[in-house]
């Protein structure tokens, strides 16, 4: 049973234009989101989180949307540039924080130039 | 401040045999967690340990096990390999264990199982 899935396998954007990855949960117990971001040859790396009471979050291109009804969250990176072409990984937790963090199978970014 | 350690970086191992895989956190933590990750599958939790205690554990069969140290290191053994347990296996530290934060991921070790 997978509980975060993110459906798109990969995407491809030009570069400069927005890119939007999706995900979305099965688990209402889960309360804290994150994305991570992947390059080949290295572990992921954290790029931005978003708890349940929040429905939107901020780190300059990057902004997390979460809508708890529809359970699903979006990335969204604006403008895209060549070096956020990487595997992208939706994650979820839920409170207390058991460490037990879902990830989903991940979406491959290419920016195209 | 150092990051997440992991060794070896690579292994080859046959099929039968069994293999130990080795992570450092980054100082201070003690949460330290496991993960496997196939073509495909994304990322799948192994196990979680703190403070020398197995918290949490994923679906994966008995022949995965782990443990940590008290200098908050840990391993992970598979034992019996399997052709489909060649993976790229991860290790991820995080702080407190308490509040929602992120965990800081290892190069990882990638195995393979011939």
């Known amino acids: 049973d997978q509980q975060v899935k993110q459906n798109s396998p990969s995407l491809s954007v030009q570069e400069g234009r927005i890119s939007i990855l999706n995900c979305d949960y099965t688990?209402?117990?889960?309360?804290?989101f994150l994305w991570y971001k992947k390059y080949p040859a290295e572990g992921p790396t954290f790029l931005i989180s978003i708890s349940s009471i929040k429905d939107k979050n901020e780190d300059g291109r990057f902004t997390v949307f979460l809508n708890k009804s529809a359970k699903h969250l979006s990335l969204h990176i604006v403008p895209s540039q060549p070096g956020d072409s990487a595997v992208y990984f939706c994650?979820?937790?839920?409170?207390?924080?058991?460490?037990?963090?879902?990830f989903g199978k991940g979406t491959r970014l290419h920016i195209l130039p | 401040k150092a990051g997440v350690t992991q060794t070896p970086r690579y292994l080859i191992k046959t099929r039968g045999q069994q293999v130990t895989l080795s992570c450092s956190p980054i100082s201070g933590h003690r949460s330290v967690s496991w993960y496997q990750q196939t073509p495909g599958q994304g990322l799948q939790f192994l196990f979680e340990y703190f403070s020398e205690t197995q918290r949490n554990k994923g679906n994966f069969p008995g022949r995965f096990s782990g443990r940590q140290f008290s200098n908050s290191r840990s391993e992970m053994n598979v034992s019996t390999l399997e052709l489909g347990d060649s993976a790229l296996y991860l290790c991820?530290?995080?702080?407190?264990?308490?509040?929602?934060?992120?965990?800081?991921f290892g190069q990882g070790t990638r195995l393979t199982v011939v």
């Open positions: 991820a530290s995080s702080g407190t264990g308490d509040l929602n934060t992120e965990a800081f």
């Open positions: 688990n209402s117990m889960f309360d804290y």
């Open positions: 994650a979820a937790s839920q409170y207390p924080r058991d460490d037990k963090i879902i």
